[in-house]
DNA sequence: CGCCAGGGACGAA
DNA sequence: TTCGTCCATGGC
């Protein structure tokens, strides 16, 4: 994998294992759109970024090659070996199945304080609905950023909804997890919750952290934990996880979690993704 | 355990 | 058009 400056941003060549539609379109992430030349256009770190890539290059415009090493790479996890990941996970024909069909995910290192916030909203909510709510958040709140000719918005810092209130998340149309989201605040603000030190924690530990906060529940805290602080032995369970799992795995009323990281155990979280991704396409493309 | 919390898409009637 | 149901759930 080699990196070099070229035309307005950052070309990564020799890149194996990454697909756009796949790392942007597998529910990880609430800030990427896909434009009509199949790139996605989105911020990161407080970054705005177009990417698209082929069968081993990915191109990242409105980066230089210092912001590709120190943020970029980290974030779109290119330094990783996917091949042994996916060597080591399918041993049966339903993850072969799976991982041939969403052969292109990386599972992104994403903001802390981002990734808890909008996991909270996604709670009993709709993909396209979060990515709304989540965009009037960051307009409101955020920086803006030129890029490409349009302006674009960071994720706003805790310190940014210092004085946000209950009533103006609401108006964002989070409905009755405005009051989650403003508990949560709170708790970044007073350094009750912090992630450098949740990522220092063991798992067991650092969920055990999460839950204490008002609105976080298992697939919440799984989700903060396998998407923003690098915790790869979480299986986070929807309901198109528990599906999957009672459809290829479980035989009685065993628990999908349970089982999920006993199986793929350290690579749990990447089976579920790969998982997750080949099961809710099959059921939308189905009806 | 069962219902409820906003609000909008979606399909059936 | 209208109505019921569903949706990356958790709290009470």
């Known amino acids: ?22 790392t942007f379109d597998c529910g990880q992430c ?75 995910i990386r599972i992104l290192r994403q903001e802390f304080f981002e990734t808890l916030i909008s996991f909270i909203i996604s709670q009993r909510n709709a993909i396209f609905r979060i990515k709304g709510i989540v965009k009037r958040l960051c307009e409101k709140f955020g920086n803006e950023i030129a890029f490409d000719g349009q302006i674009y918005y960071s994720f706003p810092s805790a310190q940014q909804l210092k004085n946000a209130t209950e009533a103006d998340y609401a108006a964002l149309g989070m409905g009755y997890r405005a009051k989650y989201v403003y508990e949560a605040v709170q708790k970044v603000l007073t350094g009750e919750i912090d992630g450098e030190e949740l990522e220092k924690m063991d798992t ?8 204490k906060i008002y609105g976080v529940g298992n697939k919440v805290a799984d989700c903060v934990l396998l998407f923003s602080l690098a915790k790869f032995g979480c299986f986070p369970v929807d309901v198109w996880m528990d599906r999957v799992m009672h459809e290829n795995y479980i035989d009685g009323k065993e628990n999908a979690i349970a ?13 579920q993704q790969y998982l997750f991704y080949w099961r809710r396409d099959k059921g939308r493309i189905k009806k």
């Open 204 to 211: 067991a530990t650092a969920r055990k952290e999460l839950l």
């Open 30 to 104: 609430f800030r990427w759109d896909a434009l009509d030349d199949k790139s996605y256009v989105g911020v990161a770190f407080s970054q705005a970024a177009r990417i698209s890539a082929d069968d081993n290059s990915i191109f990242i415009k409105g980066i230089n090659l210092e912001q590709y090493e120190n943020v970029w790479k980290r974030y779109l996890d290119l330094g990783r070996d996917y091949g042994k990941i996916k060597n080591t996970i399918c041993y049966d024909s339903v993850m072969l199945e799976a991982t041939n069909y969403g052969w292109g």
């Open 259 to 271: 089982v999920g990281e006993e199986r793929f155990g350290e690579y749990s979280g990447f089976a």
């Open 1 to 22: 994998m080699i990196a070099r400056q070229i035309n307005g941003g950052v070309l990564i060549d020799g890149v194996e294992h990454f697909s756009v539609k796949h």
